[in-house]
């Protein structure tokens, strides 16, 4: 019997797809159905299966802790949509994007991204930051 080297979690209300690869981190790909990232301190493996969420973090293995504050995944979704939904554009933005989440990603990572975003596209942001 294979043994295998993930975990599971529930995952609802989320687009790993759009979270991830939306153009608000430049540190992961799609490969073999799995998305691959990195942080300043972590490599993550996740893949979304419906409601279902398989994921790894090296070189700390199991870190659920720096999943779920990286994934945001103990905020009240539904509660944020309540709140944030006064606006015809933000409400078409909802209706259009559905289930984006927000990442809580490192500051320094963040901040030479959008530096380096300047004039450029998402292909070229993920090249460069790899680079550095």
Known sequence: MQKHNYNKSILTNYNLQD???GGQ????DFYNEWFYGFTQNRIIKLKQEKNNLFWQTFPKK??????QKYLKLNVNYNEILKTISKDSHVINAIKKYPNLRLLNQDFEQ????YI?????????????????
């Not at 199991?62 to 999943?67: A, H, N, W």
């Open 110 to 113: 963040t901040l030479l991204s």
């Open 19 to 21: 979270t991830l690869l």
């Open 62 to 67: 199991d870190d659920f802790d720096f999943l």
């Open 25 to 28: 981190a430049f540190c992961f």
């Open 116 to 132: 380096i975003s300047s004039n450029n596209t998402i292909k070229n942001i993920r090249k460069s930051v790899r680079l550095l």
